[in-house]
């Protein structure tokens, strides 16, 4: 039986100042530091070994991966960082303060840009200089890869893929696998492993820096789920 882990990154500059992020590559707060050093010593105290991380391509995923496994005396584990399981792109929202949003176009306009599940934000265009497709982290994809905004939905038409063609094989092969990513993309996966509704995932919160930690049988099906805090 493998053993998957899903950590949300610790909190993120722009968590602390309430800021749209996104694509943004922002760092860790200190807090996010010692959340995601935390989540490596409950990694350690539960005992478990991992055989493969995987992470995004954004540096507070990537440090809070590093923080997990270092606390757990995993550092040495073999990696993959993909920009498939970046957070989802808020589009012209990044940088932009939340409550502001809410006061430029209204409370409910800005809570169903950010909870629903397929309405998308306002687009970011390539153009525009904070466009991910100006980044050379990104210099790879097709420019029609790089979106210009995503909603739940579309970011979990992003992250599958990956999910069906790297990471799948390696859990049906019995091999223990930590993701350390963000909160739509780990929704996304726990929609899509847990079968969750459209309307349900909606409600489904992902604890920065605390690691959820799945049992899954030969054929990826959810035994057991608990979280670590």
């Known amino acids: 039986m493998a053993k998957l882990v899903f950590i949300r990154h610790g909190q993120s500059e722009w968590n602390l100042s309430n800021q749209f992020t996104g694509w943004v590559d922002v760092n860790l707060s200190e807090e996010g530091v010692r959340q995601a050093q935390n989540a490596g010593a409950l990694l350690k105290k539960e005992g478990i070994e991992f055989d493969q991380a995987y992470t995004s391509v954004l540096t507070r995923a990537i440090k809070t991966l590093h923080y997990a496994l270092e606390g757990s005396d995993q550092l040495w584990v073999p990696e993959t960082k993909s920009w498939r399981l970046n957070e989802r792109h808020y589009g012209a929202l990044q940088g932009q303060n939340k409550a502001e949003a ?7 306009q800005v809570h169903i840009w950010r909870r629903s599940y397929d309405t998308l934000p306002p687009l970011l265009d390539a153009s525009d200089e904070g466009s991910a ?3 050379r982290r990104y210099a790879h994809l097709d420019p029609k890869a790089i979106p210009g905004g995503e909603n739940l939905k579309v970011t979990l038409e992003r992250v599958i893929p990956f999910w069906e063609d790297e990471i799948a094989p390696k ?5 223990n696998i930590i993701i350390a990513a963000h909160g739509n993309s780990l929704r996304a996966l726990t929609k899509y ?3 969750i509704s459209d309307e349900d ?3 489904v919160e992902m604890a920065t820096g605390e690691p959820v930690v799945y049992d899954l049988d030969e054929n990826l099906n959810v035994v057991s789920k608990k979280k670590l805090n």
């Not at 859990?171 to 091999?175: A, Y």
């Open 193 to 195: 492993i847990e079968n």
């Open 133 to 135: 497709a100006n980044d």
């Open 102 to 108: 809410a006061e430029k176009w209204g409370d409910e």
């Open 201 to 203: 995932i909606m409600d």
């Open 171 to 175: 859990l049906i092969d019995g091999k």
